[in-house]
């Protein structure tokens, strides 16, 4: 299993980022895809999850309105489009799957600042 993140990069407050994540070594259309992210000094934390399917996705309250989860089953891609950023939203942010034992990307900065 190997997931590969891209897109992330330097933003200033209220912009845009759409994370991508390129998935290889398993089924992808089979499992379900999450989002996750770290900030320096807390705890990685749960961001978005999508279903198998794409018809089913779920958001952490703060970025509920601002993030959307999606993916394409046909390029094994799963993708995070981030509007209207935030400081709070700089961090580390990691693409996760869990395919009989959790596996994780190498991560991606992003960094909201003026």
């Known amino acids: 299993v190997q997931l590969v993140e891209s897109g992330g990069g330097l933003v200033q407050p209220g912009g845009s980022l759409r994370l991508s994540c390129a998935a290889s070594?398993?089924?992808?259309?089979?499992?379900?895809m999450s989002w996750y992210r770290q900030a320096p000094g807390k705890e990685r934390e749960l961001v978005a999850t999508?279903?198998?399917?794409?018809?089913?996705?779920n958001y952490i309250d703060s970025v509920k309105g601002r993030f959307t989860i999606s993916r394409d089953n046909a390029k094994n891609t799963v993708y995070l489009q981030m509007n209207s950023l935030k400081p709070e939203d700089t961090a580390v942010y990691y693409c996760?799957?869990?395919?009989?034992?959790?596996?994780w990307g190498q991560g991606i900065q992003v960094t909201v600042s003026s």
């Open positions: 999508i279903s198998s399917s794409g018809g089913s996705t």
């Open positions: 070594g398993f089924t992808f259309s089979r499992y379900v």
């Open positions: 996760n799957a869990i395919v009989v034992k959790q596996y």
